[in-house]
């Protein structure tokens, strides 16, 4: 089947790229007579293509021989507008999305509030004839950056090679305590008792055997700003991990000790690199750390 691009009609604009840069400042530099909230209006309208791939990501970055069409219609009335999802990328075979704290990834129950129904309704609303399948989760108080497919095909695509297409997960925490090493890696075996907390074991116990890369990049008064590199995907990974070396997450209510500076889960997915599964391009995103959790 014949899949489509998303993306506005209308006439285009053509500028070549001669730099390394992201895509809004070169939309800045080569887009005359317009202010930069409409260029960036443009943008989150779906009225950019780079080659011939829609683009939102004001970060995108571009590459010298790269061509970048800006639409000279109207913007795009159908964006995406919810404060728990924001769309950082999305083409014909998969959305890349910021989800916020409070959003479960995938519907657990009949009225829960989830990403894949607010991109399910996006994408009716936009007349798009497909639906968000889910290839990875991020806990509802975790925030950050997520895949979703849009047809069967690129989610098997996804599930059958998810560590070969994925090669860089790396979230940031806010962890309680100072911590004692700079880097290091952790890893032992996870598994949920019967009342469905993970934990840990450093020796098999029949659970999953995971591993966890850390980096301490600052410290803030009497806690620890981390950030953890994914080497498997496990329930809780992180969590129970940061709580094994005496730090766990600030307003970690499952594993923490209380500490709750800014009334939220501290962990956010902050970057996430793969291949493309279909067109097998290398995309990389990244999101700001929370300015919550750098307020000293």
């Known amino acids: 089947m014949k899949r489509r691009v998303i993306c506005q009609k209308g006439d285009y604009d053509t500028y070549v790229v001669e730099k390394d840069q992201p895509l809004l400042e070169f939309l800045l530099e080569k887009v005359q007579g317009q202010s930069r909230s409409k260029i960036k209006a443009t943008l989150q309208g779906h009225g950019v293509l780079v080659g011939k791939t829609c683009v939102t990501q004001f970060d995108y970055p571009l590459k010298p021989g790269m061509r970048v069409s800006v639409s000279k219609t109207k913007r795009n009335q159908n964006v995406l ?15 890349v999305v910021d989800k916020a704290v409070g959003i479960l990834s995938m519907a657990a129950g009949h009225s829960s509030l989830n990403v894949k129904a607010v991109l399910d309704d996006y994408f009716h609303m936009s007349k798009q004839h497909c639906q968000a399948h889910v290839v990875h989760r991020l806990d509802r108080d975790t925030s950050g950056l997520m895949i979703y497919a849009k047809d069967m095909q690129t989610e098997q695509a996804l599930e059958r090679d998810w560590h070969g297409i994925v090669y860089d997960r790396r979230y940031v925490a806010l962890l309680s305590g100072r911590m004692e090493q700079q880097e290091g890696t952790i890893s032992n075996w996870l598994k949920d008792n019967a009342a469905y907390i993970t934990f840990s074991s450093p020796v098999d116990n029949g659970g999953k055997y995971a591993v966890t890369h850390f980096y301490t990049l600052d410290i803030i008064g009497n806690r620890s700003l981390v950030e953890f590199r994914l080497e498997t995907g496990r329930k809780n990974q992180i969590r129970v991990h940061a709580a094994d070396m005496g730090h766990p997450v600030c307003g970690d209510v499952k594993y923490g000790n209380g500490d709750d500076p800014v009334g939220r889960l501290c962990l956010h997915a902050y970057v996430l ?24």
Do not use: A, N, W
């Open 273 to 296: 690199c793969f291949y493309h599964p279909v067109t097998h391009e290398r995309m990389e995103f990244s999101t700001p750390v929370p300015q919550v959790f750098i307020v000293k």
């Open 81 to 95: 507008r919810s404060r728990y999802v924001k769309i950082v990328y999305e083409d014909q075979y998969i959305v």
